[in-house]
């Protein structure tokens, strides 16, 4: 039994995702009449809008960016638990999770601190002036 979860977790997991990225394809062929009318309406509601000045603009996109670091950071933690749960005794393997875990945690803190400081000083920057 040990054998076949070693030898087919990886296979296991390229199937699944496989599968979660032909699922959009499968609920997008029953729309295709306004796609493109959509995507264009959702691409200026992400963007701001009609309200197109460029601090609005770049603030969305840094927005997008931290979603997406905050998404990066829930598969690393999920990855490293799932080295965890599989290293079977193998303290080599514990540590390499451990090490990842708290990784994973000091580069959001030190990205969510840069953020929170920058923020700070361009609100105090746009007081002043």
Known sequence: ?????????KSIIAFAM????????????QDNLNITKNLQSTGLNVLGGSNTDLPTVIGNIVKILLGMIGVLFVVLIIYAGFLWMTAQ?????????KKLIYEAIIGVVIIFLAYAITSFVLTSLLKIT
């Open 18 to 29: 496989v599968l979660a990225l032909l699922a959009p394809i499968a609920v997008l062929a």
């Open 1 to 9: 039994m040990k054998n076949f979860f070693t030898s087919n977790y």
């Open 89 to 97: 005794g193998d303290q080599a393997k514990v540590d390499k999770a």
